[in-house]
T-cell receptor, first 112, second 115 residues
Framework: GENVEQHPSTLSVQEGDSAVIKCTYSDSASNYFPWYKQELGKRPQLIIDIRSNVGEKKDQRIAVTLNKTAKHFSLHITETQPEDSAVYFC???????????FGAGTTVTVRA | DAGITQSPRYKITETGRQVTLMCHQTWSHSYMFWYRQDLGHGLRLIYYSAAADITDKGEVPDGYVVSRSKTENFPLTLESATRSQTSVYFCASLTSYRGRTDTQYFGPGTRLTVL
């Protein structure tokens, strides 16, 4: 099955700086890569996703890049704010399979 | 978010007891999923269902049973609870349209403790 690795496990950044989280996947058939944000005690919520037919996608302060050849994708958060503090999960799924394989998560702390 | 609900939200049980976690969605989504979340492991898929009466195993199905007699409900049963099944359980649903994968929406979760 698909194996998704996520780094780093924890990330502390100064408010206003950028944060980058990286994930690798094992199955070249994977074609859908969502990112979820989970605040303490809450459900995971989708913040951005990318499909294998594009290399980059942006939504305001967040962006995701995908390198299919190297089988890795990254989340970039610019101008971080205290409300960005949360656990972020990357995931991957194979075409027409819909089963998500998640990374272990990155705890992001934004220091004021 | 109110379209997918889970009950109970918290449950404490003892080893060996049967426990059923409920999941209900009002969107008529075809696909539904059960995940467990443990520290250091992210979310791991237990079972999923593509439609009523169609279910299949995920990554960690041992010790769990599911059924789906109606599209809107997807209960998860622990037949004989073990301490290793102490976890937070999330239900999710998804729609697919013309082969395009859509967003998985998660329920609020059930925190289960097995003593």
């Amino acid at each position: 099955g698909e194996n998704v690795e996520q780094h780093p496990s924890t990330l502390s950044v100064q408010e206003g700086d950028s944060a980058v989280i990286k994930c690798t996947y094992s199955d070249s058939a994977s074609n859908y890569f969502p990112w979820y944000k989970q605040e303490l005690g809450k459900r995971p919520q989708l913040i951005i996703d990318i499909r294998s037919n594009v290399g980059e996608k942006k939504d305001q302060r967040i962006a995701v890049t995908l390198n299919k050849t190297a089988k890795h994708f990254s989340l970039h958060i610019t101008e971080t704010q205290p409300e960005d503090s949360a656990v972020y999960f990357c995931a991957a799924s194979i075409r027409n399979d819909y089963k998500l394989s998640f990374g272990a998560g990155t705890t992001v702390t934004v220091r004021a | 978010d109110a379209g997918i609900t889970q009950s109970p939200r918290y449950k404490i049980t003892e080893t060996g007891r049967q426990v059923t976690l409920m999941c209900h969605q009002t969107w008529s989504h075809s696909y539904m999923f059960w995940y467990r979340q443990d520290l250091g492991h992210g979310l791991r898929l237990i079972y999923y269902s593509a439609a009523a009466d169609i279910t299949d195993k995920g990554e960690v199905p041992d010790g769990y049973v599911v059924s789906r007699s109606k599209t809107e409900n997807f209960p998860l049963t622990l037949e004989s609870a073990t301490r290793s099944q102490t976890s937070v359980y999330f239900c999710a649903s998804l729609t697919s349209y013309r082969g395009r994968t859509d967003t998985q929406y998660f329920g609020p979760g059930t925190r289960l403790t097995v003593l």
